[in-house]
């Protein structure tokens, strides 16, 4: 399906410029000028079988970028700086209203800005409106599938403001090899990449992420402990949950045991701050551990659970919860209790449930 499931811009294909980098058609006498310069890099991340391509079928490829734009399938332009072609870029249509942009840069004109200065000419273009005086191709999103091991090329995507949405595990070859490839896409409402704005949301998506939980340590008279028997796993644990974006993991703890048990609780201090190994399957964690405390008369006349989440409720003393908990729970417990034995008020930075040693 063509672009906009009609036509690229009517008329030849325009000739884009940034500076000194010209973004223009292919044309046949490209095709021997430019196929001494492929390397070894461009073939491996473009899985070429040959490292500098048969000269009939480089010159059939220049040819077919001609016929691509023809049917709107695809816009394909040759870089050229300061009179020499240093590369290719290229969209090709994904969807309607949504393009997915390649680009490649010869060796010997490689580390000079070259690649991020035309994919953000291209985007400019991309984005433009078909009715505009110079017109674009109107898209509201472009994006980009990049091996994660090509560095260059994923700092290309980022510096052109394409943000990281995700990785597609397994989804392509390289000779025999099965590799992931990372998602990186950029709207046209996004902000432009040079920025504060633009450069603090780029990085935002690549930067790593950590799983956040809240969860409350309810105490009654007898000081025993509230713990959850769960309806998806076999240990008991304490109640609370996942903290959702933008929300604090004390808001969490609250909403938790209201969304699960139907009760209303306050917090009333930080317990604990306890990192998490991977584990079972999930990757690592930080645990907020609040201590809080119930609001109006006994939990067992009022309690009404979510019976997809939570079996049952049971009070539990110190001593036998590690019977009914996983073994981090089990740690953190212990810890919890060993400080406030000595009497520390203060809240526990915890390693897997243990305080952290001094030093390490």
């Not at 840069?105 to 000419?121: D, E, H, I, M």
Request: proline content about 6%; glycine content about 10%.
């Amino acid at each position: 399906m063509p672009f906009d499931a009609v036509t690229l811009p009517p008329g030849e294909q325009p000739t884009l410029v940034d500076g000194e980098l010209v973004l223009r058609p292919w044309r046949a006498e490209d095709a021997d000028a430019t196929r001494p310069l492929h390397d070894a890099v461009m073939a491996r991340w473009f899985d070429s079988l040959a490292v500098v391509p048969d000269r009939d079928d480089h010159l059939a490829w220049v040819e077919r970028t001609h016929a691509e734009w023809r049917d709107g399938s695809k816009a394909t332009f040759v870089l050229q700086w300061r009179g020499e072609a240093v590369g290719s870029v290229d969209v090709r249509h994904r969807s309607p209203g949504v393009g997915a942009l390649s680009w490649a840069v010869f060796a010997p004109y490689r580390g000079r800005g070259l690649s991020s200065t035309a994919v953000r000419r291209l985007v400019r273009w991309c984005f433009t409106a078909v009715d505009a005086p110079e017109p674009g191709l109107g898209l509201r999103r472009v994006e980009a599938e990049v091996n994660p091991l090509n560095r260059s090329s994923m700092n290309t995507a980022l510096r052109s403001g394409l943000r990281r949405e995700g990785v597609l595990r397994g989804n392509t070859l390289l000779g025999d090899e099965v590799h992931d490839t990372v998602l990186l896409g950029r709207l046209a409402t996004d902000p432009e990449p040079g920025t504060r704005e633009g450069f603090t949301a780029m990085l935002d998506s690549q930067l790593p992420t950590k799983r956040v939980i809240g969860q409350g340590l309810v105490r009654n008279g007898a000081g025993e402990l509230l713990l959850c028997e769960l309806a998806y796993k076999r240990e008991w644990d304490l109640p609370g949950g996942v903290v959702d974006p933008g929300e604090s993991p004390a808001t969490c703890v609250v909403r938790e045991i209201r969304e699960e048990l139907a009760l209303d609780v306050s917090v009333t201090r930080l317990l604990a701050v306890n990192w998490l190994k991977p584990w079972l399957g999930w990757g690592d964690a930080v645990l907020f551990v609040f201590e809080v405390a119930l609001v109006g008369d006994d939990l067992t006349d009022r309690a009404a659970l979510l019976e997809r989440e939570v079996r049952a409720l049971h009070w539990v003393s110190p001593t036998d919860a590690p019977e009914h908990v996983a073994p981090y729970n089990a740690r953190m417990l212990a810890s919890l209790g060993a400080a406030e034995a000595a009497g520390d008020t203060g809240t526990l930075v915890l390693e897997d449930g243990l305080p952290r040693r001094e030093g390490a």
